[in-house]
C-alpha cells in the first residue's frame, strides 16, 4: 500500500473517531477529546477545524476544565449536517425514520400490512420519504443516504396463506428496486442486525460495550456488539439464531420453524374469536390469552436457552438484551424463564449473565436502519482500515 493512501485512511480513521466521540458525550472540549483519542492537541485542532469547515462539527461555548488558564471551546455535532433514512420490511409491517445527523428522530410513519409485495412496499415508501422531503423542504438534498431493514427470509415462506406476491421478493435486487423513490445511496441489512444496531446506538448500548441482541420480531432473530461495535461475521449473519436447531418433541428442527411470534399471534386470534390480535398492544387481554402468552413464552425460553447458553459460553458474555416489537412484558417475562436456566447451567461456574429487556423504541428497526449509513461512513469500524 502506498504511504499517502496509509496516511489518507489514519486521517479519516481519526475523523471517524471523533466524530464518534463527539456523539457519545453530546459536547466536548478539544483537550479531553485529545486525551481520549490519543492524539496531541495541535492535531485534534486541525481534524476539528476541518470538520467545522465541513460543517459536521460546530462551537458549542466555553468549558471551564480546571481552576488556571482560559476556558476551553466544547464541540458538539452540527445536527443539520446531513440527514438520514431508515426502511423496515417486515413480514406484517413497512416503517419509515428520518434522523438527523444526531440521530434525532425528525419524522416516522408506519403501516401495518400483512406479507407486503414489493409493489405496496414501493407504493408506500415513495409517497412517505416524497412527504418527509417535502417538510424537509430546501434542506431535502442533505438526505445523504438510506438503511432498507429487511428480514434475510422474506419471501421464503410457503405457507397456504402467503400471497404469491409476497414470495416474489426473492427475486428482488432490493437497492435498484428502491434507489429510485429514496434518490440517495441505500445500504441493505437484515432487519434483526439493524435492530442490534439500534440498541447499541439508543440502548443498552449506552451502558454496556458487548451484549448478545435477541430480537422478538414476527421470528426470532439476534445479532452481536463487541467492544461496542457490531460484530458481522464471515457472512454477516453473526447471531442469526433463526436456523439453529433446536429439540422440538424429540426432533431437531430449525428454531425459525417451530417457534415463532407467528405462532403466539395465530393461537391469540383463534381465543379472540378469530380476529386479528396485535402483538404491538396487548394492553387488553383476558385471563385465557394471558395463559396462552405464558405457554408461549415457556416453550419459546424453553428452546432458546440452549442456544443462548452456548453463545454466553463462547464469546464470554455478561449481558443478552431481549427487544424487539414484543411488549415490554413479555420481553421480561422471556428474560425471567431464561435466565432461571442459565442461572442453573452456570451456579457451579459462576457466571454472571443476565437477560434483561431492551430499551421499547417506536420504529426500532427503521431506526436502526436510518442509522446505517451513519455506521458505514463515520464508524471506526471502516473495513479498509482494519483489514490493512
Same mark, same amino acid.
Given at each position: ?110 403501516? @401495518?400490512?400483512?406479507?407486503? =409485495?414489493?409493489?405496496? #412496499?414501493? %407504493?408506500?415508501?415513495? !409517497?412517505? &420519504?416524497? *412527504? ?96 461496542? @461495535?457490531?460484530?458481522?461475521? =464471515?457472512?454477516?449473519? #453473526?447471531? %442469526?439464531?433463526?436456523? !439453529?436447531? &433446536?429439540? *422440538? ?140
Amino acid at each position: 500500500m502506498k504511504k499517502g493512501t496509509d496516511s489518507t485512511l489514519v486521517r479519516a480513521h481519526n475523523e471517524q473517531r471523533i466524530i464518534q466521540i463527539v456523539r457519545e458525550h453530546i459536547s466536548i472540549a478539544r483537550p479531553q477529546l485529545a486525551k481520549i483519542i490519543n492524539l496531541s492537541h495541535p492535531a485534534v485542532s486541525v481534524i476539528t477545524d476541518e470538520l467545522i469547515d465541513r460543517g459536521l462539527l460546530l462551537n458549542a461555548g466555553r468549558e471551564k476544565l480546571g481552576r488556571r488558564g482560559q476556558p476551553a471551546i466544547s464541540l458538539k455535532l452540527n445536527p443539520d449536517a446531513l440527514y438520514t433514512l431508515g426502511v423496515s420490511i417486515e413480514r406484517d409491517n413497512i416503517s419509515i425514520a428520518l434522523l438527523n445527523f444526531c440521530g434525532e428522530v425528525l419524522n416516522s410513519a408506519t403501516i @401495518e400490512i400483512m406479507y407486503p =409485495s414489493p409493489e405496496q #412496499a414501493l %407504493d408506500y415508501v415513495s !409517497s412517505t &420519504v416524497a *412527504d418527509m422531503k417535502t417538510k424537509l423542504s430546501a434542506n431535502a438534498d442533505r438526505i445523504k443516504g438510506c438503511g432498507i431493514a429487511i428480514s434475510s427470509l422474506m419471501g421464503a415462506l410457503e405457507h397456504g396463506d402467503v400471497p404469491k406476491q409476497f414470495n416474489t421478493w426473492q427475486n428482488i435486487d432490493v437497492k435498484a428496486y428502491f434507489i429510485g423513490c429514496v434518490g440517495c445511496p441505500i445500504v441493505v441489512e437484515r432487519v434483526a442486525t439493524v435492530a442490534t444496531i439500534a440498541e447499541n446506538f439508543f440502548g443498552y448500548g449506552k451502558v454496556t460495550s458487548n451484549f448478545i441482541y435477541l430480537y422478538t420480531g414476527l421470528y426470532f432473530g439476534g445479532g452481536i456488539i463487541l467492544n461496542g @461495535e457490531l460484530y458481522r461475521g =464471515s457472512n454477516g449473519r #453473526a447471531g %442469526d439464531m433463526a436456523l !439453529s436447531s &433446536v429439540n *422440538d418433541n424429540g426432533k431437531l428442527r430449525n428454531l425459525v420453524d417451530c417457534c415463532s411470534l407467528q405462532d403466539l399471534q395465530e393461537v391469540l386470534s383463534v381465543s379472540n374469536g378469530d380476529t386479528d390480535v396485535n402483538l404491538t398492544d396487548l394492553s387488553s387481554i383476558d385471563d385465557r390469552q394471558r395463559e396462552l402468552i405464558e405457554y408461549w413464552v415457556d416453550d419459546a425460553a424453553r428452546k432458546l436457552a440452549p442456544i443462548l447458553i452456548t453463545a454466553i459460553s463462547v464469546l464470554d458474555i455478561n449481558t443478552i438484551v431481549v427487544g424487539g416489537r414484543l411488549p415490554q412484558f413479555i420481553n421480561q417475562m422471556i428474560c425471567d424463564r431464561v435466565n432461571l436456566s442459565v442461572d442453573k447451567h452456570f451456579s457451579i461456574h459462576h457466571h454472571p449473565c443476565k437477560l434483561v429487556a431492551g430499551e421499547w423504541l417506536d420504529h426500532l428497526t427503521a431506526l436502526g436502519a436510518a442509522i446505517l449509513p451513519l455506521y458505514d461512513t463515520f464508524s471506526t469500524r471502516d473495513a479498509s482500515f482494519s483489514k490493512r
